[in-house]
């Protein structure tokens, strides 16, 4: 069976898609009536709660589970095992869709939003010790990276087409870009290295509004060691799903092997929670902080049980299995970063907040997007490692 990433084929629009393209566009009429009738009407957002699910989920958790890019390049570049390479296209292509509708989702939660351009340009003005300012032009410049990244794989089409434009772009920008590349991938660990971190440092500054289970000095360290968790978890996800989805063989062997990698990482952020609490003597707060207590309970619970299954030879060479670890590891990053910025954090007594159904259906909108833009770049450029079963790659 051939390894060569190739083009997945098959008709674009299923009856699959056309659901996708209907939550999409609601999602697209919701997010309009917002740009209308501005954020009050359409979110249940206030001065309270500032900001909501687009950014606690769409952000927060939706740049961390486009982390599978950063993640596997920190494999394959910096430890130097090479035989992941088949899953690093994948991963990057979730990680560019994932930070590109992130950056959506920003322009949607921002109340003036026509002035979001001037941001990287208005220097003169930048607030030099502001967390978002460095989270905001990081994610901006690593959306840019991630597509820079994935641009081989349109050249490589490109390349086998007819006589063109688009042959000759690629012709052209390839042997540059094979030279840059080692640089731009550079990049590519840098930044979400900065703003994965720095998007914990951003609730520091919470200070006694978010609950001391979560508010501590190492925030920063919490949510990038996370965020890479999550990145091998969403790598097991997309690798599982994909495979059923278009007949492909599985990758499990390989899978398996990421298992001692992500088992350690979830080890290591149980670790440093508790030695944490125990250090600011704050152990006492998890069995007496009522309903909060449940959710710190239940996230301890997620990051442990998929970091003992992975113990496991038995549950790392089951697909199956894979996949629930997978999924029990997604889990716990996103409650703990869902629990941080929004059901932990309170401003203070008279404020509440709960999504609005429109707030709701422009994220299901956003994530119905993003899976219609993979199924399309995965049929029809070549993303995946090898050819579909009973098919033969060219």
């Not at 799903?241 to 290591?268: H, I, K, Q, Y």
């Not at 889990?331 to 059901?343: C, D, K």
């Not at 079963?389 to 060219?394: E, K, L, M, N, P």
Request: proline letters at 6%; one cysteine or more; aromatic letters at 12%.
């Amino acid at each position: 069976m051939s390894e060569r990433a190739v083009p997945v084929g098959g008709p674009i629009v299923t009856p699959a898609f056309r659901w996708l393209l209907l939550v999409c566009g609601v999602g697209v009429i919701m997010a309009a009536w917002r740009f209308l009738a501005g954020l009050g009407p359409v979110t249940g957002l206030s001065d309270g709660y500032p900001w909501g699910i687009w950014i606690a989920f769409d952000v927060v958790v939706g740049t961390a589970l486009g982390c599978g890019g950063y993640a596997m390049a920190i494999l394959v570049y910096i430890f130097n095992k090479g035989k992941y390479h088949p899953l690093v296209r994948p991963a990057v292509l979730t990680s560019a869709l994932g930070y590109s509708l992130a950056a959506v989702a920003i322009v949607i939660d921002v109340g003036r939003y026509w002035n979001i351009w001037k941001l990287p340009f208005a220097w003169r003005w930048w607030n030099l010790s502001s967390a978002l300012l460095e989270v905001a032009l990081c994610v901006m410049a690593y959306v840019i990276v991630l597509w820079i990244e994935m641009s081989p794989v349109f050249f490589e089409k490109w390349k086998e087409g007819k006589p063109g434009l688009l042959r000759n772009l690629a012709l052209s920008v390839s042997p540059i870009l094979d030279k840059a590349l080692l640089w731009i991938i550079a990049l590519g660990l840098l930044l979400p290295t900065m703003h994965q971190s720095s998007l914990g440092s951003v609730m520091l500054l919470a200070h006694h509004k978010l609950h001391p289970l979560w508010h501590t000095p190492l925030l920063p360290l919490l949510f990038l060691v996370s965020c890479i968790a999550m990145g091998y978890g969403v790598v097991v996800l997309e690798s599982t799903l994909s495979s059923r989805a278009f007949r492909r063989r599985d990758e499990t062997p390989m899978l398996a092997s990421l298992g001692g990698v992500t088992s350690g990482l979830l080890f290591a952020y149980v670790a440093i929670r508790l030695v944490d609490l125990a250090w600011r003597g704050r152990l006492g707060l998890i069995i007496s902080s009522g309903w909060l207590s449940f959710f710190f309970l239940l996230e301890m619970a997620l990051f442990l049980l998929p970091a003992a299954m992975l113990l496991s030879t038995r549950w790392r060479s089951n697909t199956g299995s894979l996949f629930r670890v997978g999924m029990l590891v997604v889990l716990a990053g996103s409650l703990y970063r869902f629990t941080t910025y929004l059901i932990a954090f309170s401003p203070g007594p008279g404020w509440s907040y709960f999504p609005a159904v429109p707030e709701m259906l422009v994220t299901f909108g956003i994530v119905a997007f993003e899976v219609m833009v993979y199924i399309v770049l995965v049929k029809r450029f070549p993303i995946l490692a090898g050819a579909p079963q009973g098919a033969t790659a060219h």
